[in-house]
């Protein structure tokens, strides 16, 4: 602002004295020199590069990954560090496509001071214990470790699960893990089913497959637990636990509409709590999807609600890929009347593809076959084999 006074004065005093050229007053050419180059931008140094060239020409990232790590920032002040950086990383056992998923993630590690950001987060796994590959996996998993403070959490996993490679398996794929103070979720969380007669070996079980469950706040697990006690469980049923995690996945008012859901459809409420003590898990699916397994089941095979209640893991099983082609090929059987005995519809079901295939497909082909060649097998060999 001063200098732009400082032109503006000089403007003046060149406007007023038309031959103030002669006393050498300053031109407005030269005045607008002077702003111009006053207020451009200071060169870049000289050691500044692009980040989109330094990582393809120096380091042999592929384009994609260049690309994306440049969106972020343009222009690398200091090459050197990101030299080291890289290096370290290379050093550390990182493999290239693990080092780009880093810098593509945070670009800006580039630039971080390595002995303060850097090495003491890989250190922290290396004094537990890690092997190189497995540090390398973790963070390629969620590079976002390294900006964070890890170690008391990595501490208490540790202190939870058997061995490295579990805590890996659980940090590959759930490094967001480490975002939440472990000492203060999960582990009073995980004291308190334990306390709740729930097994460690279900609990680490539950850990791999919902991880989630266990961040809720101890209160709320506390709730959960009271709420299922409250329905009759017994806490040495094995599906003690899947009954608290199925009631921590719900809010209050869908499962309000699953009770009305099955009240619809004829159970009675002795009956919706049977369902519920027996396969937690079913109130987890899908309103359209129980309609159509009940629909299905209730056509198909005669089958009453007495029979769902007692076998109500039938309503896990999909529609489309299980239960069709699976009582379509027992029809068959049934009319052309090759069946020794009748065989009971849960064994059916709950049989494994292979076993299914081995009992019930390939002994009788030709039969199957036949249905096929008349054009109403819509569901028999093609679709089981699928």
Request: hydrophobic share 40%; net charge positive; aromatic share 10%.
């Amino acid at each position: 602002m001063r200098l732009i006074r400082i032109c503006k004065s000089l403007v003046s005093l060149s406007l007023e004295n038309p031959l103030s050229h002669l006393h050498k007053t300053p031109t407005l050419s030269c005045l607008i020199s002077v702003l111009y180059f006053s207020s451009s931008k200071p060169k870049k140094s000289t050691s500044t590069v692009t980040v989109l060239d330094y990582l393809i020409n120096q380091h042999q990232f592929s384009p994609e990954a260049a690309l994306k790590a440049s969106s972020t920032f343009t222009y690398l002040r200091n090459p050197e560090n990101a030299d080291s950086v890289l290096s370290f990383f290379k050093e550390s056992g990182f493999s290239q496509t693990q080092i780009e998923q880093v810098v593509k993630r945070i670009p800006k590690v580039l630039s971080a001071k390595l002995a303060v950001a850097i090495k003491p987060k890989i250190k922290i796994f290396q004094d537990l214990g890690f092997a190189p590959d497995d540090i390398a996996e973790i963070v390629y998993g969620d590079p976002w470790i390294l900006t964070r403070s890890v170690e008391p959490s990595i501490l208490v996993l540790k202190s939870i699960l058997d061995s490295n490679d579990d805590i890996v398996r659980v940090l590959k794929s759930l490094g967001w893990f480490l975002n939440h103070d472990l000492g203060k979720t999960m582990m009073p969380n995980i004291e308190f089913l334990k306390r709740c007669e729930i097994s460690s070996s279900q609990i680490v079980k539950y850990l791999f497959n919902f991880p989630r469950f266990f961040l809720h706040k101890p209160e709320s697990i506390q709730a959960f637990v009271k709420t299922v006690v409250g329905m009759g469980f017994d806490r040495k049923s094995k599906m003690f636990l899947s009954a608290i995690r199925t009631v921590s996945s719900m809010s209050e008012e869908n499962w309000e509409l699953k009770l009305e859901l099955f009240r619809s459809l004829g159970f009675s409420e002795k009956d919706i709590l049977d369902v519920f003590r027996r396969v937690p898990h079913v109130f987890a699916i899908s309103e359209r999807k129980i309609k159509e397994v009940t629909g299905l089941l209730f056509s198909a095979r005669n089958v009453d609600i007495s029979y769902i209640v007692d076998h109500p893991e039938l309503l896990i099983f999909s529609v489309e890929r299980r239960l069709k082609p699976r009582l379509r090929v027992l029809e068959i059987l049934e009319k052309k009347n090759v069946l020794n005995r009748k065989p009971c519809l849960t064994t059916v079901c709950k049989i494994s593809e292979q076993k299914f295939l081995n009992k019930f497909v390939l002994p009788y082909s030709k039969e199957l076959a036949e249905v096929n060649e008349a054009g109403g097998g819509s569901y028999t060999i093609g679709c089981v084999l699928r």
